[in-house]
């Protein structure tokens, strides 16, 4: 594990400031992803001391999140046949958010659909599309309201069920990591796709943070940048983990309703809001829906959202504006701002 002081690079090439106060970051890989924290807080020490606290708790959380860990509460979960288990109160809380955002997306976010990962073999040597046969076999376990939650930390899952709270997590520990925090250090958490902004960015005047909001087609380069302050800012999109097969792209955002992945004219979704779990359930459930639903169900319950679609199309919903200053980048690219 690699940590060092710095002043962050990407940072510093999107506000484009010049004399950074030194943070500290802590860089590690958990939850099968690279992550850094960094803390601006009163002194070098201070600053240290809240990042490497930030990832201590990242990494206690994976455990709880797992479904590949064999020691993990949703591993034991996954093979209990339908057995009732009692497992950690992390675990307890990040399965009920998850149930709650499937309920709220009518099943478009479904975090019972494990066994539709396996058979498709994202992120293994073994990816491929499956025979539609074993597609029509493993849709018939998916499903949330197959999740039984019974209070006091126990579970059930019913009809062949096993989680995966891969579209969640990230948010989840987001949020583990915001609540450690008082606001008096500024701290750019970045969790994979899921970042975190709290405090006062120093190397700032307006004490905001700019996050880019990816080019799908290549993720080193922004289409869009929004400055936020205390809020997280998500971002699913198909370029994150995918194979091919046939000249085909075959990504890892699945539709439930199809069993394949989500074919709705989307490149990704970003999605600003305080709660980052909230954020990652429905920049995954978005993604699933397609634009004219997504932008639907976002001004249904005021939700700031920037859609890019396969056509190079970029449209935000009208809360972002409520929430953050959004800049469009994309024109040389061939992109247009559609609004
Ligand atoms: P994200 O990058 O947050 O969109 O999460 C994608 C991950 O969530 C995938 O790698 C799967 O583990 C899981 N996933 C895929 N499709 C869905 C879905 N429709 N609902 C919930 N989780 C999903
Ligand atoms: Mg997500």
Redesign the pocket.
Known sequence: MKRFLAAMVLLLGITGCTAQPEGYTADFFAMDTFMSVTAYGADEQASEEIAVQCERRVNELEPALSRTREDSDIYRLNHADGAVCTVSADTYAAIEAAVQYAELTGG????S?APL?DLWG??TDDAHVPRQAEIDQVLTRVGYQNIQLLGDNQVRLLGGAQL?L???G?GFATDAVAALLDGSAGVLARLG?NIGAYGENPGRESGGWVIGIADPDDNADFLATVEVRGLSV?T?GDY??YFEQDGRRYH?????ATGYP?DSGLRSVTVIDQSSTRA?AL???L??MGLDEGMAFCEENAIAAVFITADKQVYTTPQVENVCSFAFLGEEKGYAYAQ
């Open positions: 478009a976010f479904d975090p659909l990962t994202i992120n995966d891969g579209g969640i990230k796709g998500v699913s994150e983990r890892h955002i699945f539709d439930p989500a990652d920049t995954t459930a993604f699933v």
